[in-house]
Each structure stands twice: as structure tokens, then as C-alpha cells.
């Protein structure tokens, strides 16, 4: 008899991440028009939802064109690896105590591992696409994730030295006391501005950029496999929202309410902080991002690392 | 209204024996000089007058051919005119030179002024006149394919008197051929000793052109070695239009120049043309012109600050700008019917008085907007990715914004306080009160203040309107107000006929030409209208704001990456059709 409690597993979190991936569109177009003074999508169904359906269905019926001057086979891998590296993520996600497709004991490892192959989607794409805005988005999305990855890891040391483990769930189970935001909140500010840099949203969109580079690495891309690049960073974005709920906010702990629930909150409430942010805030110029991430954000982290190191040092 | 000229003797001695002056209704000094002596008169009138014309203000030509009043002038087939402007002097001055179209040519004056690239390569383009020792001289407006040189007498105006366009293969490939892009035909090279350059082709469909303009840029990296402007796609032959218009039928066409600007148009043109047939507007017509020309600048600026924040990545701000510029429409379309292109001015007025209750409308938006201001300065101004963005990119110095003819808003951001609305006072603005703003290093994070804060000041002239609006008649009294005053029409036969030919046939002005310049929303916008005694115009010279600053666009980003490209261009606030009219 083969057990199918995994595969039950597995089923949900799919159906949970792609239907909040696909819903996210509905959320984030009517949470941009709540605070631009406008509707948003209204129209289809009650409360314009119906309009996850309608966008799905236009992007699988349009027609899925390959430009003749692009290298074809990386053109089509090319939105396949960021969707599959960001659902992958979700395998050692905890979505309640227990219920995780993969309890790995290096969790957090893995979590970056797969979001660092993400990007290879973005640089393939933009050199699969033979055209100089896809390009030159490209090489800006490499030269981003070059810098921010590298204090994306470090900021989260500080996490993984209070709990004593990669596994997330005993990160998790390490906040009964105190959520780590507090310890660790240098920290928590730090993975927040390597996370929106991660999946590429305002005010680190360099890579698309509308207002420079048309639509930067996914400029020749229609159809579903534009789509695929959509689905792809609203899953980042869920990925990374869960993940500062996990490892800062106390993941499922909280009172009265079920796990789940309490999850689903925290990490709702960093989805719309994400969307805010790309209602608020400009874009800075790509030498500057550079320069903020070598120059004060990486130091920062090491100095956190030290200082979390130190203080654990001397307590124990 | 005009400050004191320099009497055209002064100048005349300056310049030698060679000048022959001419009155005009403008009172601008004008001279007639042969082809030879242009180039020498100009650097003198640059370098060596006292008090010297540093600024090359606008260049254009006539074809004169089909004229029937000389008033004695030269019998030259074609009058090149040169427009110079002296800060100093607060003065311009005007001269022409005569050319035969055997040998249709002058000496380039790009050498000395080096903003006047553009416009003789315009004028080559648009009438065949070539400009000896032009760096680049080739077509600038219409494609490089194109046959004849459109403002010429003798090239048609409409598209039916073309005959019918053909396309055989043999064409479809030459124009084809004549697209493919050479990087030496724009004076780019294709790279250093040790690197290839990368040619990116900004536009002419691109979000950040705000238009269908072309940017080809040379890049060594995402750093821009150098970038060449191709304009020319928003090209709808404005002057010509202005040659087969009566002179009244003419003032829509002028809503649609900087379409942003609405009845700054009209205004811009009308002086000219009042200059022209010597109408004075009563203080009540001034007034409203004013005001309604006022709103048009905080309309114009509520779209540029949207779109710049835009530019720079902002999503947001350009959804709350354009709710508030809806505002203002509202109060627009209360007043006359329409939005973005009222074409309400007549000559000697405005088309109609204002409507019952315009007070209170335009009362509720000058208390409704300073709040709003005060909102954006705190999520765009005051912010601090939006500064990182706009601070030290793409300055410029007085010096040079000068050289390169740069105007309006632009031109402060520099330091330089300059308003026409000032120091030329029109209309009647001499009666009210407010404060240029001035920037201090010309970079886009000043052009921003200087908008932000003339905006506000706009809302203080439209305050002072509405409290001091006079009573009395909002037309002119005038033989060629336009339409006419019905009021007695069926009084006396005389009137009746006047009125009759004034609304069928349209204002007949006696030969003369005249030239006035206004403070438009993005600078000085200028027409020179030349009269050959006919109910129309016998040439129709624009001169915008956005020509100049986007001939100026090379020299702000050169150095500078991609991202500071859109910024600069967000913030030098042009319009497309501005630019090609």
C-alpha cells in the first residue's frame, strides 16, 4: 500500500500556491486602484474576480509566438525555470506544524538555492530573446542578483544561529518565546530588501523596467509563456512573504486562531506590503542599486552576523 | 506693452552700411543684408555690439514667390530670417536676407550659434535653401525619401492634389533601403579602439518618449557615448495649414501645436496676429485670456509632473495628476463646450463671455489644488529614491542653456530669472502679481522645482483674476475682430456688410509681418505671421519651445546611463507635436 499522505500534501500546496498566485493578479490590480483613486477591474463577476478567469483563458488561447531571431529552445526553457525553481521552493515550506512536503534539515539552504536558479531564467531569457532591451534587462537582473544574493544568505544566518537549525520548522518552533523580528530586526529589514530585490518588483524592477526598456527581459515573450514569467513572480512574491512569516514572525504561532490561519495572515499581510511598495516608490538607477548593496547593505550583514554571533556567544 | 526698443538707427551704425533697415508693425529692428554679409553681421551682432544678441532665438524662410505686395522690398524668390534675442536688451532683432532660386544657398551660421543646427537643416528640408558649411545638413521633418520641399509655393498642401499614392516594388525597397540604419549617416561612430559600441533604438514607439519620437543612442554599456534625436514622425505640416487657413479658421489648428497647453496656443498666436492688425483686446477679454491661459499651464505642468515621476519608476503620482488635471477640464469644458483643445479665443477676444457661476469654479480648484501640491511635494518631491534619481543628471549652465536657446522653465532651473510674461509683459500681466521661480544647477531635480512652484504661482494669478475680473465687453471693437459684432446688424446696411464679409470671408489684413513671443507652458512659443494683404496668412512660423530643447538633448545625457535619459527626458517637458508642429 503506498502512502498517499505526501502526495495529498503536495496536491494542496499546488492548488494553494497557483490559485494565490493567480488570484494575486485580481489583488494586486484592485489594491494599485484602491490607492491611485481608481476602480481596477470591476467588470467580469462579482467584485471583477472573474477576471483571474478571463486573464488566464486570453494568455492560454493567444497565440504563442517564438520570434525567428530568438535562440529557440532557451526561449521556451526560459519561463519554465522560474516557475519551477519557485514552486520547488514551496517543497520545504511549512504551511502549519506538519504539514510540509519536505521537512528538510537544511530548509533555508535550499530556499536560497532555489531562488538564486531563478534567475537564471531572467538572464536565459533576455539572451534567448536576441533583442537589446531583453538584453540589456539581462544583464541587469544578473548584475542585481549578484549583489543582493550575497546578503540575502548572510542576513538570515542571524535567524539560523538563534534557532540552532536549517530546518524550518524548528526555526519556527524557536519563536514560542519571542518572534525573531525583534532579536533579529536588522536582520528582518535586511532579507525584506534582498527579498523584493529577489523577485524583482518595484523599486528593484530593473530588469523590466517599463519606462526604460520597454518591458526588459520578457519584452519578446507573449502569450503563456509571458504568463508563465507573471506566475512565476507572484509565486516568488508568496514564497518570500511566507518565508519572512516563517523565519521572523512566528510562522502558524499565534492565539486563538488555527495555524494555517495565522499563516496565511502574516503572509498575506507582506503580499500587500510588497504591492504597496510598487504603489509608492520610484525606481533607483542600476549603479545605484549596486552601490547600496556593496557599500552599507552587505557590511550590515556581516556586522549583524557578528554582533548575533557574539551576543549568542556570550549568553551561552 | 513693449519695453523701449533700440532704435533701428543705433543698430544700423553697429552693423555697418551694409544694413538695410525696415519698419515693421512689431517694432522688432530689421535688416536686409546679402547672403555674404550674414555670417559676419551675426558674429558681430554676437560678439561685438554692446549689450549683444547672445541668444539665437528662431530661423526660418519665405518663399516669396507667389507674393503681390512687396512694399518695395527685395524681388528675391526666397527671404531667409534670422530671429536673434538680446537679454541684455531685453530686445530682438530680425534680419533677412534675399536669395535667388538659382542659387538658393547662405553661409551656416552653426559655428557661431550652434543651436541653429536644427533649424537650418528645417529650412533646408522645408525649402531647399542650402546652408554653406553645415556640419550635417539633411532632412530633419520629412522622411528622407521625400520629393520637393514642402513649404515651397509650389508644393501641393493637400494630399489630393498629390495624385494617388503607389507603392510599386522598386519604391517599397528604396524606402526601405533609405530606413536601414548607418551609424556614420548620424554622425555616430561604431566604436573605439577597444570596443563595440551598442546601437539601441529608442522609440519611435517607446513608453518613456511620451510620443512617436526616435532616440538612436550609441552605448558603451548602459553608459551613452551619444544620442541623436530623430524627430519628425509627429510632422503634420502646422505652417502650411497656416497658409491655406483664413486667419481666423487658423486658431484651431493652433490648440493642436502643444497639445497640452490648450488656449496658450491660441493666446501665443493671437498676440502675434493682434500685433499684427493692431487690435487692442479690452481689459475684460485680457483678463479672462489670462486666467484661462493660466489653467492651461497648471494642466499642462499636473501632466508633466505625473508623467515625470513616471519616468523615474513612480507609479502612482500620475494617476492623482491626472484626477486633479480632470478637475481643471471640468472647469474648461464648463466655460466652452471642450476639453483638451478649446480653440476659444477669437481675434479681439474670446469666443464667448464667461458662463454664470465661473467664479465659484474656478474659486473651488484655486483652494482645492495647493493641498494636493503640498501631497505630491511629500510623495515625489520629498522623496528620496525620486531625488537620488534627479539630482546632478542632466544639468546644464546658464552659459549653455543660452547657447542652445534653451526657454521657459528649463531656462530657470538654470539660475537665470527670465519670464516673458516679466520682462515683455502681454496680455495683462503687467497688472498682476506673482514670483518666478528660479532653480539653481539646471538639473532635472530643479527643472521639477521650477515646475512645481510656477504651478502655484499660476494659482495665485488665477486668484488675483477672479477677484480683480473687470466688467465692460470681452471683444474688441475693432474692424477685424472676428466674428464680427452683430449687435447692429440689422440697424444699418454698413454693418450688416461688414459683418456679412467678416464672417464669410474672414478678416483681410493689410500686408505687414509681425512677430511676438508668449511664456507658453514649456517655454517660449513665438509665431510669425506674414501678411500678403489677404484673408489669410501668407506664412505661418512657429517657433516652440520643445525644438529647442530637444536639439539640446545630446549634450544633457552625454555620459550619463539609460535610466538618466528618461529622467531627463521626463523632465525637459516636451510635447511631440511641439517639437515637429
Not at chain 2, 499651464?297 to 513612480?314: K, N, P
Request: hydrophobic share 45%.
Amino acid at each position: 500500500m503506498i502512502n498517499l499522505y505526501p502526495l495529498l500534501i503536495i496536491a494542496v500546496v499546488l492548488f494553494i500556491v497557483l490559485n494565490l498566485a493567480a488570484g494575486l493578479i485580481w489583488v494586486e490590480r484592485r489594491l494599485l486602484a484602491l490607492w491611485q483613486d481608481r476602480y481596477g477591474p470591476n467588470r467580469v463577476g462579482p467584485f471583477g474576480l472573474g477576471q483571474v478567469l478571463a486573464d488566464s483563458v486570453k494568455l492560454f488561447l493567444k497565440e504563442d509566438w517564438i520570434p525567428p531571431f530568438a535562440d529557440k529552445g532557451v526561449f521556451i526553457l526560459a519561463p519554465g525555470i522560474i516557475v519551477a525553481t519557485a514552486i520547488l521552493s514551496f517543497a520545504v515550506i511549512p504551511l502549519a506544524p506538519g504539514f510540509v512536503v519536505a521537512d528538510l534539515n537544511i530548509g533555508v539552504l535550499f530556499l536560497l538555492a532555489m531562488s538564486s536558479l531563478g534567475v537564471y531564467s531572467v538572464v536565459l531569457a533576455g539572451w534567448a530573446s536576441n533583442n537589446k532591451y531583453s538584453l540589456l534587462g539581462g544583464i541587469r537582473a544578473s548584475a542585481q542578483m549578484l549583489s543582493y544574493e550575497v546578503f540575502m544568505g548572510l542576513s538570515l544566518l542571524g535567524v539560523v544561529i538563534l534557532a540552532g537549525s536549517f530546518r524550518l520548522t524548528d526555526i519556527v518552533e524557536a519563536q514560542r518565546k519571542v518572534w525573531f523580528v525583534i532579536p533579529q530586526f536588522p536582520g528582518f529589514v535586511l532579507f525584506l530588501i534582498a527579498g523584493v530585490a529577489e523577485t524583482r518588483r518595484l523599486p528593484f524592477d530593473l530588469a523590466e523596467a517599463e519606462s526604460e526598456l520597454v518591458a526588459g527581459f520578457h519584452s519578446e515573450y507573449s502569450g503563456m509563456k509571458f504568463g508563465m514569467f507573471f506566475v512565476g513572480e507572484y509565486i516568488g512574491v508568496i514564497l518570500i512573504s511566507v518565508a519572512i512569516s516563517l523565519l521572523y514572525f512566528g510562522g502558524w504561532l499565534g492565539p486563538v486562531l488555527p495555524p494555517g490561519l495565522w499563516l496565511a495572515i502574516k503572509t498575506m499581510t507582506f503580499i500587500c506590503l510588497f504591492i504597496l511598495m510598487r504603489a509608492g516608490l520610484p525606481r533607483p538607477r542600476f549603479d545605484q542599486l549596486m552601490s547600496w548593496g556593496w557599500k552599507y547593505l552587505l557590511p550590515l550583514a556581516l556586522l549583524n552576523l557578528l554582533v548575533t554571533g557574539a551576543v549568542v556567544l556570550a549568553l551561552s | 506693452m513693449q519695453p523701449a526698443l533700440v532704435s533701428n538707427e543705433e543698430l544700423a551704425v553697429e552693423l555697418g552700411a551694409e544694413a538695410k533697415s525696415e519698419i515693421t508693425r512689431d517694432g522688432i529692428p530689421t535688416f536686409w543684408l546679402a547672403p555674404n554679409e550674414i555670417h559676419e553681421v551675426v558674429r558681430r551682432l554676437r560678439e561685438s555690439v554692446p549689450r549683444p544678441f547672445k541668444v539665437f532665438y528662431d530661423l526660418t524662410a519665405i518663399d516669396e514667390r507667389a507674393r503681390r505686395n512687396r512694399n518695395g522690398r527685395s524681388a528675391g524668390d526666397f527671404t531667409v530670417v534670422y530671429h536673434l534675442f538680446s537679454y541684455e536688451r531685453n530686445d530682438y532683432v530680425r534680419l533677412k536676407v534675399p536669395l535667388d532660386i538659382k542659387h538658393p544657398s547662405v553661409p551656416s551660421i552653426v559655428d557661431i550659434f550652434p543651436a541653429a543646427n536644427w533649424y537650418e537643416r528645417e529650412v533646408w528640408d522645408m525649402f531647399g535653401i542650402a546652408f554653406e558649411g553645415h556640419p550635417h545638413l539633411t532632412r530633419i521633418l520629412m522622411p528622407r525619401s521625400w520629393q520637393g520641399h514642402p513649404l515651397r509655393k509650389d508644393h501641393p498642401a493637400r494630399a489630393t492634389e498629390m495624385g494617388p499614392f503607389v507603392l510599386p516594388d522598386e519604391k517599397l525597397d528604396a524606402e526601405q533601403e533609405a530606413l536601414r540604419f548607418r551609424p556614420e549617416e548620424w554622425g555616430m561612430a561604431r566604436g573605439r579602439e577597444d570596443t563595440d559600441f551598442l546601437f539601441l533604438n529608442v522609440g519611435p514607439q517607446h513608453p518613456g518618449t511620451h510620443g512617436v519620437l526616435r532616440i538612436v543612442l550609441e552605448l558603451d554599456g548602459e553608459e551613452i557615448v551619444n544620442a541623436v534625436p530623430d524627430i519628425g514622425f509627429h510632422h503634420r505640416g502646422a505652417e502650411k495649414m497656416g497658409e491655406r487657413q483664413t486667419w481666423h479658421t487658423y486658431i484651431p489648428y493652433t490648440d493642436r501645436i502643444d497639445y497640452l497647453g490648450g488656449v496658450m496656443n491660441n493666446l501665443a498666436y493671437l498676440t502675434s496676429f493682434e500685433k499684427l492688425a493692431g487690435i487692442t483686446v479690452p481689459p475684460r477679454g485680457q483678463m479672462i485670456r489670462v486666467m484661462t491661459a493660466e489653467l492651461f499651464r497648471i494642466i499642462s505642468h499636473l501632466v508633466w509632473y505625473g508623467t515625470f515621476a513616471q519616468d523615474v519608476g513612480q507609479m502612482s503620482p500620475v494617476f492623482y495628476t491626472f484626477n486633479d488635471r480632470e478637475k481643471a477640464f471640468s472647469i474648461i469644458e464648463a466655460v466652452c463646450g471642450a476639453r483638451m483643445h478649446p480653440n476659444w479665443f477669437r481675434i479681439g477676444g474670446v469666443a464667448q463671455d464667461l458662463p454664470r457661476g465661473w467664479d465659484a469654479m474656478f474659486r473651488d480648484f484655486v483652494n482645492y489644488l495647493p493641498a494636493r501640491l503640498d501631497e505630491y511635494d511629500r510623495t515625489i518631491m520629498q522623496n528620496l529614491l525620486f531625488q537620488a534619481r534627479t539630482k546632478g543628471v542632466g544639468g546644464c549652465t546658464i552659459d549653455e542653456a543660452m547657447e542652445w536657446s534653451m526657454t521657459g522653465p528649463n531656462l530657470r532651473a538654470c539660475g537665470f530669472e527670465w519670464d516673458v510674461r516679466k520682462k515683455q509683459p502681454y496680455a495683462c500681466y503687467d497688472q498682476l502679481e506673482f514670483d518666478i521661480p528660479t532653480g539653481k544647477t539646471g538639473d532635472c531635480y530643479d527643472r521639477a522645482i521650477v515646475h512645481v512652484e510656477e504651478m502655484r504661482q499660476s494659482l495665485r494669478i488665477i486668484r488675483q483674476c477672479v477677484d480683480q475680473m473687470p466688467g465692460g465687453p470681452c471683444n474688441a471693437e475693432h474692424p477685424l475682430t472676428t466674428p464680427p459684432p452683430k449687435a447692429r446688424t440689422m440697424h444699418d446696411i454698413e454693418t450688416l456688410i461688414d459683418h456679412f464679409l467678416g464672417v464669410s470671408w474672414g478678416p483681410v489684413v493689410p500686408a505687414g509681418e509681425a512677430f511676438a513671443a508668449i511664456e507658453a507652458t514649456k517655454g517660449n512659443n513665438g509665431y510669425y505671421l506674414v501678411s500678403d494683404g489677404g484673408n489669410g496668412s501668407y506664412r505661418t512660423r512657429i517657433r516652440t519651445p520643445s525644438f529647442a530643447h530637444m536639439q539640446m538633448l545630446p549634450l544633457l545625457v552625454r555620459g550619463l546611463m539609460i535610466p538618466d535619459l528618461l529622467a531627463i527626458l521626463g523632465s525637459l517637458d516636451f510635447v511631440l507635436a511641439d517639437i515637429d508642429r
